[in-house]
């Protein structure tokens, strides 16, 4: 059975910096792509980061130049170094993992930013 392990999150002042961690175990094969994507109170959940396989990345505007992802395809674990942290990006942080054609969550990591 496929696991995504997430950890790193924490509570952080306005302006500075986490990184998140996601582990996937259980799976015979390689991901296919891996992201992250977070969920605010009363909102839905969105698209943060995702990388692919072969390296290609894609971020959501609101965080492009502040968090960078990044991954350890032999050991299916994708991190995310988040800089320059504003109130707005309080919410949960999912970790999602596809791989072939299958796409698994994360129990998912709080993140808070206090201004």
């Known amino acids: 059975q496929v696991q995504l392990v997430e950890s790193g999150g924490d509570l952080v002042q306005a302006g500075g910096s986490l990184r998140l961690s996601c582990a996937a175990s259980g799976s015979r094969f390689s991901f296919s792509a891996m992201g992250w994507h977070r969920q605010a109170p009363g909102k839905q959940r969105e698209l943060v980061a995702l990388?692919?396989?072969?390296?290609?990345?894609s971020y959501a505007d609101s965080v492009k130049g502040r968090f960078t992802i990044s991954s350890d395809n032999a050991k299916n674990t994708v991190y995310l170094f988040m800089n320059n942290l504003k109130p707005e990006d309080t919410a949960v942080y999912y970790c999602?993992?596809?791989?072939?054609?299958?796409?698994?969550w994360g129990q998912g990591t709080q993140v808070t930013v206090s201004s």
């Open positions: 999602r993992m596809t791989t072939r054609g299958v796409g698994y």
């Open positions: 990388i692919t396989s072969g390296g290609g990345t």
